[in-house]
């Protein structure tokens, strides 16, 4: 970290996200609405040492401080459209947890799993993430329950965690393909169920009659899917991208 001038700072990376979403589209809204997720942390340069993450496995969880890489490009403005409201209406960026922000920081409570050493690479495996692949990471905390969880705390509108009215059914072609790739990514069939579950097509697609075959990317994967009655999202296959 240096200081640019009195009102800059500008930070190295400790760490880099390997995560099960490639791309933007089909990542739930918030860590730990998809469990199955799972992806870890290589921590990179001098933040690659043992010594840092010392004590670290007594947490159960962690916050992750870090980059919205993805859309940091597209600037912000400072009022935004959340999708818990439907897309069509607008609130203050800070009112909000848009990736749009002046500053592009993110930050997630995730499942610390287990904390793995490879010749000299730390590697911290983690679920219930909802990272961009190759997320930069900026800082790792422990989640402190007694301090970090507040009962009875008021959240507007994301007081609860979104209704899920989809259920996922499989076709025979896509469960023929799935045989094949669970041994490689273990929970894949659950990753799938929850992260359709959440059904990630934009607010507006919802609203009516969607006959589009949406493709998202898990893993190397392009898993194509369709809504069934507005209620039901059937999988309809899964190939290997090159
Ligand atoms: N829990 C975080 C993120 C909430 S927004 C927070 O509250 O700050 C969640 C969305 O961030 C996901 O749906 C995904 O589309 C987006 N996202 C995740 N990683 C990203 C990245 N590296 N760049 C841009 N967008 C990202």
Redesign the pocket.
Known sequence: MSANNDNQITFDFIGRINSPYKE?FA?????GLVSAAKGSITLINQANNEELVRGLTQFSHLWLL?I????QQQGWKPLVRPPRLGGNKKLGVLAT?S?FRPNPI???VVKLDYIEQIEKQIIIHISGL???DQ?PIVDIKPYIPYSDSINGAQAGFAQQEPYQPLSVTFSAQAQDQIIKFQEKYVDLVLLIEQVLAQDPRPAYKKLNIDEKVYGMALYDLNILWQVQDNNTVDVLSLNKMN
């Open positions: 933007k990542i739930p809204r918030q860590p870090f919205f890489h993805g859309t947890r990736t993110g930050m997630s909802d990272l961009l997320t």
